[in-house]
């Protein structure tokens, strides 16, 4: 009898405890499932500003496919430092100034993105640079940009690093200094003579900046100064003189700019004098 038993209730206590066990690990499972989908974030639920002429959606998803990342991040894993490197490694974006992850657990992120200030022309569409010579994606509007002029090497690297050519480089850190006040002074062009930068206006005036802003030699003005000289010069002439002849403005020199109308340059370039 007591074999019997033991033959009977045996295998169905075996079973009884199988199915609690099945039981636990399932509740367990769906438990760790609901607290993956609560604590994991969507990358496209991100929050940021896009760079100009792109959707977010679209910059959301060129940033996770540079970065690797996946669909789905978890909140509590670094997020914040994983989210820094990512977007960091696009080209639009210049820095990551914060990175907030609410109580609710939406995630928002404040950029900096690289603005264009130089369009270099080619053979295809002109390419954009940024105010360290970053080469800007191609979706990048040149529209309304100065024109760097000259032979320009190509570029040295993808997207997202800097053009290579020094002289190139040097014309774009002017361009970028110089872009508040672009639209006032007119820029059209920039090119580097001997080293130097050269900036050409809409009215054909030419501008020898000389070094790039913080690249100035011994005995030359700051950028601030040739800025202001500049911006001086060009306000004399349109409120005493009106639009005028176009005129040569050297910048350069510590003590004293000088001004004189491009047909007195070539007059005395012509008569072989300094």
Not at 63 to 72: I, T
Request: net charge neutral; with cysteine; glycine share 10%.
């Amino acid at each position: 009898m007591r074999a019997w038993l033991v033959q009977t209730v045996a295998p169905l206590a075996l079973a009884a405890f199988v199915v609690a066990g099945v039981v636990v690990l399932g509740g367990a499972a769906a438990n760790d499932l609901r607290q993956h989908e609560r604590y994991s974030l969507a990358f496209e639920e991100v929050r940021c500003e896009s760079p100009p002429g792109v959707c977010r959606e679209e910059f959301l998803r060129e940033v996770q496919y540079e970065a690797e990342l996946p669909d789905h991040l978890d909140r509590f894993d670094a997020l914040a430092p994983r989210l820094r490197a990512a977007f960091l490694r696009h080209p639009w974006v210049e820095s990551v100034e914060r990175i907030e992850v609410s109580p609710t657990g939406s995630v928002r992120v404040w950029l900096t993105h690289r603005t264009p200030v130089l369009s270099i022309p080619g053979p295809g569409p002109a390419r954009v640079l940024d105010h360290d010579g970053v080469l800007l994606p191609r979706a990048a509007d040149s529209a309304g940009l100065p024109v760097f002029r000259g032979k320009v090497a190509g570029a040295a690297g993808p997207t997202g690093t800097p053009w290579g050519d020094p002289a190139v480089v040097a014309a774009a850190r002017t361009a970028g200094f110089l872009r508040p006040q672009g639209e006032r002074l007119g820029l059209e062009a920039f090119e580097v003579v001997r080293g130097e930068v050269v900036l050409w206006t809409s009215s054909g005036s030419r501008i020898l900046w000389g070094n790039a802003p913080g690249r100035e030699g011994a005995g030359e003005a700051t950028a601030v100064l040739k800025r202001d000289r500049l911006l001086n010069q060009l306000a004399r002439l349109a409120g005493n003189e009106g639009p005028g002849a176009a005129c040569e403005h050297d910048l350069r020199p510590a003590t004293g700019s000088t001004q004189q109308t491009l047909s007195e340059v070539v007059q005395v370039g012509s008569r072989g004098q300094p």
